[in-house]
């Protein structure tokens, strides 16, 4: 037992004759599982709020596994709102044979976990009576409901509010650096941003409702975006969403597509931006992304009485400049909205707008392999669309129009219920 009470991997097991070493490897993302607490009895609760890791390379090495243990659980508490932790891990055993030592879990974990995580559980258990349930950072700019599921239940509609946070808060900060633990376990190749530099803009997801029980307010975060306000030139920026992230027990409610409408709804309309961009999108944030600002677009075409296929894209593409989209996601939501719009008109139009997009690639090709003019006046020099490069403009035309389809589906599942809210 250590401190505490925590059932630790302390005793050693002698290894029998012919016994199987693969007993001693577990996958980390499957004895991991993170445990969010709003109350003691949450610690043994099989209704707590819980969920595992998607990855764990950066604190168990390339393979994700953890050598050594018999029967392993880490379990990785946090309390609801302050995301105060305790980390608690049980065994049957560690391995005991000359020349092989289990890894050091602790050592492993320690720099990737809440600076001031606990192991003691009575120390947790005080914290877990002093946690102020209702602290919420920063300023609400927006506020929406969603029906919430948790652990496969439906718990009713449940209200969220976003707030834009200072960064000049020490407070805030503090708790930020706490939450983005999370991100290591859920975003590859995450890093921690540095809270110091004043160009970062941080917006929250709040979740909001009575505990079912005793009947206090409980502000629960549950997502936050990382925005970094680069310059651009004369005297304008142009913000770069870093990280956009939403618990696992969360996800697939709509915080995130809310989050991001009233983000980007927020820097449209500010006169400093040149447009808006994102670092490395995930194919399900892009499709959340097109759906915005394809929205924003075809929004902007009916109320100015605009037929996509009866004016120029210059008209379309301005439309995109005056909403803040950049130049390459312009190009994405031209085409998903031709796609869109295409299909209402059958199949004939449809395949005509693919035979466009697979037009403009191999132009492009040609345009980047298109000797310069230096070299025109060699006889030597001979080009020929071979075979191979006819077989590369149609590899990258399939890989093009694949990652629009997803985004042309969701928008025929979304786009009206989007045109409905933001006409409201």
Not at 90 to 117: E, H, M, Q, R, T
Request: hydrophobic share 35%; proline share 3%.
């Amino acid at each position: 037992m250590s401190e505490g009470g925590t059932v630790e991997a302390s005793s050693s097991i002698p290894i029998e004759d012919g016994e199987d070493m693969a007993i001693y490897k577990k996958m980390a993302c499957k004895v991991v599982t993170f445990q969010m607490i709003y109350e003691e009895h949450d610690l043994q609760s099989e209704k707590a709020v819980s969920f595992k890791p998607e990855m764990a390379h950066q604190i168990f090495g390339e393979s994700e596994s953890i050598f050594g243990y018999k029967e392993l659980a880490i379990t990785i508490n946090l309390l609801h709102n302050s995301c105060r932790c305790y980390m608690d891990i049980k065994s049957a055993g560690k391995i005991n044979k000359a020349g092989i030592k289990p890894d050091d879990i602790v050592k492993s974990l320690d720099s990737w976990l809440p600076s001031n995580y606990t192991r003691n559980y009575n120390e947790f258990l005080k914290w877990t009576k002093t946690e102020q349930h209702d602290q919420m950072y920063g300023n609400v700019i927006n506020s929406f409901e969603c029906r919430v599921e948790a652990n496969g239940v439906m718990n009713g509609t449940t209200t969220y509010k976003i707030t834009e946070n200072d960064m000049s808060n020490n407070d805030f900060k503090e708790f930020h650096a706490r939450f983005e633990t999370y991100i290591i376990w859920f975003i590859d190749a995450a890093n921690y941003i540095d809270l110091d530099d004043e160009r970062w803009l941080i917006y929250y997801v709040y979740e909001e409702r009575k505990h079912p029980v005793k009947d206090f307010l409980c502000r629960t975060p549950v997502a936050f975006c990382t925005i970094y306000k680069f310059y651009a030139y004369p005297n304008k920026i142009r913000p770069r969403i870093s990280q956009i992230f939403v618990l696992p027990s969360h996800q697939r409610q709509g915080i995130g597509t809310n989050l991001y409408a009233t983000i980007s709804k927020r820097l449209r309309v500010d006169e400093e931006v040149v447009d808006i961009a994102v670092e490395e999108p995930t194919s399900d944030f892009q499709k959340i992304r097109d759906l915005e600002d394809c929205g924003v677009i075809h929004k902007a075409l009916l109320e100015d009485n605009i037929n996509y296929f009866m004016t120029s894209s210059k008209v379309i593409f301005q439309l995109g400049h005056k909403n803040k989209i950049g130049k390459r996601q312009m190009q994405r939501v031209y085409d998903i909205l031709g796609l869109y719009y295409a299909l209402q008109k059958g199949q004939m139009q449809y395949k005509r707008f693919l035979e466009n997009i697979k037009n403009r690639i191999s132009e492009n090709n040609e345009r980047e392999s298109r000797p310069g003019k230096r070299y025109c006046n060699i006889a030597s020099l001979v080009t020929k669309a071979d075979s191979s490069v006819r077989e590369a403009i149609d590899a990258e035309f399939e890989r093009y129009c694949s990652k629009l389809q997803s985004s042309v589906d969701y928008l025929k599942d979304k786009l009206d219920a989007w045109l409905q809210i933001n006409n409201e």
